[in-house]
């Protein structure tokens, strides 16, 4: 039997949280080093309440160093699955909902091209400047062509940036081009780290 239902039955007034149905909303933090950080093209992702819910956190660092390059004709950002290799790479993070995370993994293509993976980001809370560190969702590239580590490595990304390299946006993208294949290799994860 149930406390409502006891207390019922023992002729108890019930009181109104007893038999309350709480759902709770799973909440995940993702670390964005690209185009879904703040003013960069593609943060109206997160930003857009139709996709589900985000929450600004603050600042973050990886803890470890990975290769951050611009790659593609269309100039996208990765961040290669290779730690130990390129910068302690900045970047933004963020609490969203399951539904938010869905949608980013569509916009990632999760797990065909991007791969999210957990890590540890060191991160300053934009509210109290307290320094954390949280295991976050990272896109990361990890069946990559060995060729894209000869490109600059960054330590932060911005499509305007002095890379001159802008990032272009999906709509303007040639539909028969296969972008993908310019930076897929065919090496497993652990060939890589
Ligand atoms: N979007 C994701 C991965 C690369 C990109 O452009 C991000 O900002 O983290």
Redesign the pocket.
């Known amino acids: 039997m149930s406390s409502a239902l006891m207390i019922k039955f023992l002729g108890l007034p019930v009181p109104k949280q007893i038999g309350y149905v709480h759902t709770t909303r799973m909440m995940h933090k ?8 703040r003013d ?1 093209p ?1 943060n109206y992702w997160l930003s857009d309440k139709k996709n589900g819910h985000s929450a600004y956190i603050g600042e973050g660092t990886t803890t470890k160093k990975y290769p951050l390059i611009i790659a593609t004709k269309y100039n ?4 290669i699955f290779k730690p130990g290799t390129g910068n302690l790479v900045k ?1 933004e993070v963020y609490q969203v909902d399951d539904a938010m995370l869905g949608k ?1 993994d569509i ?2 293509d999760h797990p065909n091209y ?1 791969v999210r993976e957990l890590d540890d980001i060191n991160t300053i809370k934009d509210k109290s400047n307290e320094e954390v560190m949280f295991k976050c969702w ?2 990361f590239l990890k069946k990559f062509k060995p060729e894209l580590l000869r490109r600059p490595m960054l330590e932060s ?1 911005s499509s305007l940036g002095p890379h001159g390299l802008p ?1 272009m946006d999906r709509s303007k993208r040639d539909p028969y081009h296969n972008y993908k294949s310019e930076i897929k290799g065919d090496n497993e994860p652990s060939d890589s780290s």
């Open positions: 993702v670390f964005v080093y690209g185009t879904l950080k960069e593609n996208i950002p990765f961040l970047g980013l916009l990632e991007y990272v896109y990304y990032y």
